[in-house]
């Protein structure tokens, strides 16, 4: 198994073999669900058995069995997802909207003044949204903190892939006794968990420092440690990796479907035309003022490009994150005994012509639906069953605003001379520039309109002095 871009290479085999096939790496056993009905049957349908986790490197070692992300299910993922839950549903629209505002104008400044840094612009504005609601802190371009993060997921991702750890390939191995240095697998896994714990304990000691000061501003981790203090939920560890886990599962989410959007639209830019007319006719032909969150209904195309966006080329879990079976099942035939790994083949059924028809096209009309309101729904963007991702309505907002407002105000073209590489995904690093592109702004009255209402979030107010 290659240690990246498991997407081309299983699409590769899925091809070859169809619907289902089995990997088998050592004692583990891996199902492979190459299309929506299959996911549909098995995570879906039968997800009270199908929604743990099976990373022992990854979780156990890497994780120190903290980030909820990859914990089996059980009562502290339960618990964890509960309070996270609290800060992401539904009825937190307007908490995260006015972040997004703030930060998706934040957007459309950096690329105005420096265009060759559109990359970094987008992950800077992934990160702030959710750095404010968490850590009630922005992210400034370049943000060391943040970079440290990108690394922690960095690190960590790979050993969830199929086959990338001995020890998950024979459990077993994993009770014999680590003292006598007979877990050679330990010493890498220990050390990327005492780099990730540093790094989220850092967050937590700076928001600590800010609220000893004063100057802290109220946010998701200030209330948590309130409550905790009552009630002794989580212990001081625990609480860093749960403000670490939705800041990672949060950022690079939204960046890789952001860059998904920018090379869909240079390489298939006839979608434009029609996401226009609706957006002229809302905030004027003459760029009036820029697209905002109550707009939502009379904008179906951006709504559509958000779907397509998480679909088209998915670069992070291109190949799901995989689930564990928690009881043996029988499934058309197939015996799945309990422990299996069950992932959705996401690269490969995202670019399946029996799935969409013309795959390979970026094109937002296909989701022009009744399930148009629904993100979740007619692709596996966001996973599936009781692990379904529970920031899909941030998700959505963030998306939302960011698209609505970068197609109104900005042209996105090929760069003929360095295209869009179409056939892998991007690379893993928020740091290194995945194409090039071209972003203008539509025209001098969009460029004014930019300078007048979005200059204003540029300027950072972190709370520190
Ligand atoms: C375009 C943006 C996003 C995409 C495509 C996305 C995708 C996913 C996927 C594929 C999963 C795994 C689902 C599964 O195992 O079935 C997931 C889980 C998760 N996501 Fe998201 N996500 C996005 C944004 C966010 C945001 C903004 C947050 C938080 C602010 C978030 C928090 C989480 C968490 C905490 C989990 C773990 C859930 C669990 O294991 O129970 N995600 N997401």
Redesign the pocket.
Same mark, same amino acid.
């Given at each position: 198994m290659p240690m990246k871009d498991h997407g081309p290479f299983l699409r590769e085999i899925g091809d070859k073999y169809g619907e289902i096939f089995t990997l088998k790496f050592g004692r583990t056993y891996w199902v492979v669900l190459n299309s929506r009905r299959a996911v549909n049957e098995l995570?879906v349908k039968r997800a009270a058995i199908y929604s743990s986790?099976g990373s022992h490197m990854a979780h156990s070692i890497i994780s120190g069995e903290k980030r909820?992300?990859l914990?089996p299910y059980g009562d502290m993922?339960r618990r964890q997802?509960r309070v996270?839950h609290q800060l992401?549903n539904s009825s937190q629209k307007p908490v995260f909207r006015a972040f997004q505002d703030l930060e998706s104008k934040a957007l459309m400044a950096d690329l105005l003044e420096k265009p060759e840094r559109w990359y970094l612009s987008v992950a800077r504005f992934s990160n702030s949204v959710?750095m404010s609601v968490v850590f009630g802190r922005r992210t400034a371009l370049g943000d060391p903190d943040i970079s440290a993060l990108h690394r922690a997921q960095e690190e960590f991702v790979p050993f969830t892939m199929p086959g990338a750890s001995l020890v998950d390939s024979f459990p077993v191995l994993a009770n014999i006794p680590y003292l006598k240095g007979l877990q050679p697998w330990r010493r890498k896994g220990d050390e990327i968990n005492r780099r990730t714990t540093s790094t989220f304990t850092r967050l937590m000691e700076d928001l600590k420092r800010r609220i000893d000061q004063g100057f802290a501003n109220a946010c998701f981790m200030t209330k948590l440690l309130e409550s905790s203090a009552k009630k002794e939920d989580f212990t001081a560890e625990e609480m860093a990796y749960i403000a670490g886990?939705?800041i990672e %599962? !949060?950022t690079d989410?939204?960046r890789t479907?952001l860059l998904e959007l920018v090379a869909g639209t240079a390489m298939y830019p006839e979608w434009i035309p029609r996401a226009r007319a609706e957006l002229d006719s809302v905030c004027g032909h003459n760029a009036d003022r820029l697209p905002e969150f109550d707009d939502r209904d009379r904008l179906p195309m951006i709504k559509a490009a958000i779907k397509e966006s998480?679909r088209w080329r998915p670069s992070?879990?291109q190949t799901?994150?995989p689930?564990a079976l928690t009881a043996e099942d029988e499934f058309e035939g197939y015996h799945i005994p309990a422990g299996t790994i069950v992932t959705w083949n996401h690269w490969a059924i995202s670019h399946s012509e029996a799935e969409y028809k013309n795959a390979e096209q970026f094109y937002p009309e296909r989701f022009l639906d009744e399930d148009l309101d629904d993100i979740v729904k007619g692709h596996y963007?966001?996973? %599936? !069953?009781?692990?379904?991702?529970?920031?899909?309505n941030?998700?959505e907002g963030?998306?939302f605003i960011a698209i609505a407002r970068l197609i109104y105000c900005f042209d996105i073209e090929q760069e003929f001379s360095h295209p869009v590489v179409v056939d892998k995904p991007f690379p893993v690093s928020a740091e290194v520039e995945p194409f090039k592109t071209i972003i203008k702004p539509r025209s001098e009255a969009h460029r004014r309109l930019i300078e007048r209402e979005c200059h204003s979030g540029v300027k950072f107010s972190s709370g520190a002095p």
């Open positions: 995570l986790r909820m992300l914990m993922w997802r996270m992401l959710i886990t939705l %599962a !949060g989410t939204t479907s998480v992070t879990a799901g994150v689930h963007g966001f996973g %599936a !069953g009781r692990r379904l991702c529970v920031g899909y941030v998700a963030n998306l």
